[in-house]
């Protein structure tokens, strides 16, 4: 079954750091574009960013609003995702998912499996 | 950056109706368009991508049109399972965005 799943999500104070997983499996993980998407409570979807693979040098992409303290990266030897979230702010609170980009054509760049998401709350 | 706004935001609907939502780009996207539904508590499923290409397993009552800035998903002879909030997204350029969404609910 092709599948991902989150994890690592929590309480955290505001400017602290945390570390979320994404683990995939039934898929040639190493193949694909992986992405991160959040959900604030009640809110709409935000795209927060991208890690190409290794076929494109495994550059990343990065929303406005978490470029500069978000870092994503994966390990194809482990089919693991990840993002490093520091200098959180109250606004990160949300439900993080980890997805799969369908393929490199750009014309399927869009996310065909998603995870069940992990939430992150940040609150003193 | 690109944004996508999504009409309406919310819309009320009978088992049986066809609806359409609109999803309008401040510029032009091509046909790099996806859109998603996502049901409570869940995550969100892709139905369209490429603006009018059908996800494999996706219903045939849902499809998708348009090009540039204006692009639609219509939803044909509604179903229970379709109420849902519903979201475009676009593809082309980076930071990818969503539009804000539109709930369908029943009337």
């Known amino acids: 079954e092709v599948q991902v799943v989150e994890s690592g999500g929590g309480l955290v104070q505001p400017g602290g750091s945390l570390r979320l997983s994404c683990a995939a499996s039934g898929f040639t993980f190493s193949d694909h574009y992986m992405d991160w998407v959040r959900q604030a409570p009640g809110k709409g979807l935000e795209w927060v960013g991208r890690?190409?693979?290794?076929?494109?040098?495994?550059?990343?992409e990065y929303a406005a609003s978490v470029k500069g303290r978000f870092t994503i990266s994966r390990d194809d030897s482990k089919n693991s995702l990840y993002l490093q979230m520091n200098s959180l702010k109250t606004e990160d609170t949300a439900v993080y998912y980890c997805?799969?980009?369908?393929?490199?054509?750009?014309?399927?760049?869009?996310?065909?499996?998603w995870g069940k998401g992990t939430t992150v709350t940040v609150s003193s | 950056d690109i944004q996508l706004t999504q009409s309406p935001s919310f819309l009320s609907a009978s088992v049986g109706d066809t609806v359409t939502i609109t999803c309008r780009a401040s510029?032009?996207?091509?046909?790099?368009l996806a859109w998603y539904q996502q049901k409570p508590g869940t995550a969100p499923k892709v139905l369209i991508y490429a603006a009018s290409i059908l996800e494999s397993g996706v219903p045939s009552r849902f499809s998708g049109s348009g090009s540039g800035t204006e692009f639609t998903l219509t939803i044909s002879s509604l179903q229970p399972e379709d109420f849902a909030t519903y979201y475009c997204q676009r593809l082309n350029t980076y930071p990818l965005t969503f539009g804000g969404g539109t709930k369908v609910e029943i009337k």
């Open positions: 890690t190409r693979n290794r076929v494109n040098g495994y550059t990343t």
């Open positions: 510029q032009g996207v091509s046909s790099y």
């Open positions: 997805a799969r980009v369908a393929a490199a054509t750009l014309s399927r760049h869009y996310m065909d499996v």
